[in-house]
């Protein structure tokens, strides 16, 4: 569910859809109920991360990144994309 949040965002990021703000709704509601139902799981916090990233919910892509980085610290791509979410902050 990450990824499919993942795809929706990017289309809307890069405009590949005739309408982008309905894009980064259903990418953020994707990428809330794929950390629902992830739990923990690192990969999905940090794919859903970067949807809401791209969705333009900075802050709360944030607090998933801090919630990856405390089950895994040594994740890179999790330490990559919190580099871009400090950038956007």
């Not at 990824?3 to 894009?23: L, R, V, Y």
């Amino acid at each position: 569910m990450t990824i499919t949040a993942w795809c929706w965002a990017q289309g809307a990021a890069h405009n590949f859809s005739k309408e982008p703000a309905t894009d980064r709704e259903q990418a953020k509601a994707l990428a809330r109920r794929g950390c629902t139902l992830a739990g923990d799981d690192p990969l999905a916090l940090i794919i859903a991360s970067g949807a809401l990233t791209l969705s333009h919910c900075v802050t709360e892509a944030d607090a998933l990144i801090e919630r990856a980085l405390a089950v895994d610290p040594r994740a890179a791509w999790a330490w990559l994309r919190r580099g871009w979410i400090s950038a956007y902050l």
